[in-house]
Nanobody, 117 residues
Framework: QVQLVESGGGLVQPGGSLSLSCAASESISGYYVMGWYRQAPGKQRDMVATISSGNRPNYASAVKGRATISKDNAKNTVYLQMNSLKPEDTAVYYC???????????WGQGTQVTVSP
C-alpha cells in the first residue's frame, strides 16, 4: 500500500502563506486521486483540495482563490500552496490518496498548521 508523508506545517501569521508537501512511496501518476483534507479540533475532517489523475483540481469553497494544489509525478509528490491565511485555517492537514482502480484510500499522518499572530 502507498505510504504518504506530509511536511511543511507550522505557525503562520494571519495573511501569510504556507506550502505543504506530501511525498508518496510509489508512483501516483495515473493511479491515484490525491487530496488535502483538514481537521480542526472538535470538527470533522473536511476536503480542502483534490487533484485527479488527469491533473484536474477541485477546491473547497472555503479556500477557493487562496489555495493551489499541484503534483510532481516524477517526485511522487503533491503540494498545497495557501495564501491569505486566516485563523480559521488552523487545523491538522492530511494528505489522502484514493486508488482509481479500486477506491481504496490511504492517509498520511497529518501536519499541524496554526494561523495566529
Amino acid at each position: 500500500q502507498v505510504q504518504l508523508v506530509e511536511s511543511g506545517g507550522g505557525l503562520v501569521q494571519p495573511g501569510g502563506s504556507l506550502s505543504l508537501s506530501c511525498a508518496a512511496s510509489e508512483s501516483i501518476s495515473g493511479y491515484y486521486v490525491m487530496g488535502w483534507y483538514r481537521q480542526a479540533p472538535g470538527k470533522q475532517r473536511d476536503m480542502v483540495a483534490t487533484i485527479s489523475s488527469g491533473n484536474r483540481p477541485n477546491y473547497a469553497s472555503a479556500v477557493k482563490g487562496r489555495a493551489t494544489i499541484s503534483k510532481d509525478n516524477a517526485k511522487n509528490t503533491v503540494y498545497l500552496q495557501m495564501n491569505s491565511l486566516k485563523p480559521e485555517d488552523t487545523a491538522v492537514y492530511y494528505c489522502k490518496a484514493r486508488r482509481v482502480r479500486n477506491g481504496l484510500e490511504y492517509w498520511g499522518q497529518g501536519t499541524q498548521v496554526t494561523v495566529s499572530p
